[in-house]
């Protein structure tokens, strides 16, 4: 007969074996990437692209799963984080642009080695970046093109450019050794401007934007088994081109004159007469009281609600 006091016993050990042992997992993950990585430059100085570009797509998938993993069992952390970056700077940073170097740029000659180090530069500073602002906490947009999105879509130029939609239609000829160093500097610029860029959402039914994360996944399954490798390279373009799009018309919308903009032009007059029948003049988020304006700043809330306090901006009447 077992005795109760060493199994009690036994048991507590295993359970707290499996703690240690469960950041093994999404760290084994992020060091899966690493090696795709670098075997990926590995396989590019042997001139073995198309393999090359699997391997960034392989480490792509274990980057996926990495954070995914250590949120389901809640054992994320600073570690995680900083590791997970140092390894994508290789991954999608130095790979990618390691592989375009090999398979273009060296055939053109001179010193196209410095787009390379333009890309990991500002893969970089990105993903330094994004662990001082946004690493660890939940997010629906990326400040910048992410990494593994400029990353996939530079590497994955070499296996659209090996399809027969690139070699038997009219865009083989177009002067893609111009076009690439083009792109491989747009995306690094990309990485490290505020462009917003949305988060990949979550999957479900329930919300709006659960159900676009359903359709995303399954148009991307779809896509991948109809068309195989012509599918990655227009994908990642798509997603390139959304957010920047998206950024430029959000910023001419902004820049459209609002009700509260019109009211800066009314005249220092009927700003008076407003003050000698005792009612302030509330322009945006500035009142006018006794001849000066004043900024309002929000302030805790009351019973009342949200209360707006008053500072004194300095401007006069006359301003």
Excluded at 5 to 30: C, I
Excluded at 71 to 96: K, N, Y
Excluded at 122 to 134: G, S
Excluded at 255 to 281: K, M, Q, Y
């Amino acid at each position: 007969m077992v005795n109760p006091v060493k199994r009690v016993v036994a048991r507590r050990l295993r359970r707290s074996d499996v703690r240690r042992a469960a950041p093994a997992l999404p760290n084994g993950f992020t060091l899966g990437n690493l090696f795709f990585g670098i075997f990926a430059i590995v396989s590019a100085s042997h001139a073995e692209f198309a393999r090359a570009v699997l391997f960034i797509v392989l480490g792509g998938v274990c980057d996926g799963f990495d954070g995914r993993i250590a949120r389901a069992t809640g054992t994320g952390s600073r570690f995680g984080i900083e590791l997970d970056s140092l390894v994508d700077a290789i991954s999608f940073g130095l790979a990618p642009a390691m592989i375009i170097y090999y398979s273009v740029l060296d055939r053109e000659g001179g010193a196209w080695w410095l787009l390379v180090f333009l890309f990991t530069a500002c893969a970089v500073i990105r993903l330094a970046r994004f662990n001082v602002m946004q690493g660890g906490t939940a997010k629906r947009h990326f400040q910048g093109l992410p990494s593994p999105a400029a990353g996939g879509t530079l590497a994955t130029y070499y296996w659209f450019s090996q399809t027969s939609f690139y070699n038997q239609t009219r865009i083989a000829d177009l002067p893609w050794p111009d076009m690439v160093k083009v792109l491989m500097g747009g995306l690094a610029i990309l990485m490290i401007t505020n462009v917003p860029y949305p988060a990949f959402p979550k999957v479900g039914v329930r919300t709006w934007s659960g159900v676009a994360g359903l359709v995303v996944v399954v148009g991307s399954i779809v896509g991948i088994f109809r068309y195989g490798r012509e599918f990655f390279f227009p994908a990642g373009m798509a997603y390139v081109l959304y957010g920047l799009t998206r950024a430029v018309a959000l910023g001419l919308v902004d820049r459209i004159p609002t009700g509260a903009g019109l009211d800066d032009n009314r005249s220092d007059d009927e700003d008076a007469v407003a003050s000698r029948r005792g009612r302030d003049v509330v322009v945006g988020r500035r009142r006018r009281q006794g001849g000066r304006w004043v900024r309002l700043v929000p302030t805790p809330e009351s019973d009342g609600g949200p209360v707006d306090s008053a500072v004194d901006t300095g401007e006069s009447r006359d301003a």
